[in-house]
């Protein structure tokens, strides 16, 4: 189980950028997040604090 980690992270990799097997890369990834407007929090009247990246 401990080596299986990174054999998979591994393949993934490699099935990501050959061409004919890039759904499969997919299948084992993590689905990409849209991007999303970043989000304000006011504090006080002076201070204000805004999300990073």
């Known amino acids: 189980m401990f080596l ?5 992270a591994i393949i993934k ?4 950028r050959v061409e004919g097997l ?3 890369g997919k ?3 993590e689905e ?3 991007d999303r407007k ?3 929090y006011k504090i006080s009247k002076n201070i204000t ?3 990073m990246d």
């Open 27 to 29: 299948l084992l990834g």
């Open 4 to 8: 299986c980690i990174p054999a998979i």
């Open 13 to 16: 990799i490699i099935f990501e």
């Open 22 to 24: 890039q759904p499969w």
């Open 32 to 34: 990409e997040t849209p």
């Open 49 to 51: 604090l805004k999300e």
């Open 38 to 40: 970043k989000k304000s």
